[in-house]
Every structure is written in C-alpha cells, then in structure tokens.
C-alpha cells in the first residue's frame, strides 16, 4: 500500500504558486520523499525528491517539515500546462521501488 | 534527465495473442522497473528487471504471464502473454541513473488495447 495521502483534487489560478501538500506520517528515517506528475497520456514526469532537507530545482520546491511526516510541493508559478495528476511517494534508501497512491489532480485554471 | 524509449507507443491487440514491449535506455543502468497502469487507475509494479537473472515479480503478477528479459544494462522487454481485455492497459518501463543520485526516470508508456 502507498504509504502517502494526498487531497484528490485542488485547483489553481494561472500565474499563482500552487501548493500540494503530502501526508508521510509512518515515514522511517532512510526513506525519500518523491514527487512525480503525469500529464494525460503521458509517462510520469519526475519532479523533484528530498529526504530531509528542503530542496529546489528548476521545475519546484519541496517543503519537508522538521518531523518528516508531511510535505509540500511548491510549483511557483503555475502556468496551464502544469496541469496534471501529481504523486508523491515515499522509497526507502534500499530499495528503488516506486509504490505509487492515487495522487492529486491539480487543474489550472486561466 | 535519462532518455526511455519504449516501443510500440500504441498498439491493438486480439485477445489471446501475445504481445512483445522493448525498453531502451540511453545509458547502462542497473535498475529497471516495467508498471501497469489500468484505465483511471494509479501506477502498480510488475517486477524488477535484472541484468543476467530472473526478473523479481509482485505480488498477483507471473513470469508465465509476464515474461521479462534484460539481456544487458541498456535494454529490456516485457511481453503480455495470452492477452484478454482485462490487459487493456499503459505499460511503462522505468530506470534508475546510476551515478545521478537517486532519480528514477521514466518511459513515454506502451498503450495496449486488447479487443
């Protein structure tokens, strides 16, 4: 089982900062914390990925709280093409299988 | 990012063939991964694809069904055997880079639709 949960569905207004949040409550000390999109009839589009630090790259920012049980991820300025059902998964360090939860559709909007 | 090609991109099959999905990595790889995606549904791993042994196989899924073959870091397939609608599906191959952290990347996905 996914060891994440993640809202359904949020929406966003074009050229705001989307914010999808991620509860990891039983996350152990060894385990990342993945984000992934997947854009229809596309494959899953890696995003970004941290384990204890907060973390930024071109496409996002990862927000991890101090106790590790839930994170946020940042798009900062959404745009239309952002919309997408976005997953974020927990792997342990050992192991580079990805279980993946039923994700958030994020919907853009103009 | 690691470059995953798969193909076909799409195909149509007849229920009871089988059909053949390649994997090509753009660089040697150690890990990879083949998933199903039903229609609607999240993403669920088949097995992991070794280099020189057996493929690793989840729970509720066969080899007899399954078949997988990695014949060295670059390359893998995964056939559907003896299909029926219920195969109906996104298949998708994925690869750890090696030497890049711990990314793991994607394939565009192989749409079968079984009839």
């Known amino acids: 089982d996914a060891k994440t949960t993640q809202p359904p569905s949020m929406d966003c207004a074009e050229g705001r900062a989307a914010n999808l949040p991620c509860n990891h409550s039983?996350?152990?000390?060894?385990?990342?914390v993945y984000w992934y999109r997947q854009i229809h009839s596309q494959g899953p589009q890696y995003i970004i990925h941290g384990l204890k630090n907060n973390e930024t790259n071109e496409m996002a920012s990862l927000i991890i709280t101090e106790d590790r049980k839930s994170s946020t991820l940042i798009l900062p300025h959404a745009t239309l093409r952002d919309t997408a059902v976005y997953y974020c998964i927990v792997r342990s360090d050992s192991n580079y299988q990805l279980i993946w939860g039923a994700g958030t559709k994020l919907i853009i909007k103009p | 990012s690691a470059v995953i090609s798969q193909k076909p991109s799409r195909d149509i099959c007849q229920r009871g063939t089988s059909l053949t999905i390649q994997c090509q990595v753009d660089s040697q790889v150690t890990m990879m991964f083949w998933y199903r995606q039903q229609p609607g549904q999240s993403l669920t791993l088949i097995a992991t694809a070794n280099q020189g042994s057996e493929a690793t196989y989840e729970s509720g899924f066969v080899i007899d069904k399954f078949p997988i073959s990695r014949p060295n870091l670059t390359f893998s397939t995964l056939t559907v055997s003896n299909m029926s609608p219920e195969d109906s599906s996104i298949y998708l191959c994925?690869?750890?880079?090696?030497?890049?952290?711990?990314?793991?990347?994607f394939g565009e996905g192989s749409w079968l639709t079984v009839v």
């Open positions: 994925s690869a750890r880079r090696d030497r890049l952290g711990n990314t793991i990347y």
């Open positions: 039983t996350i152990s000390g060894n385990e990342y």
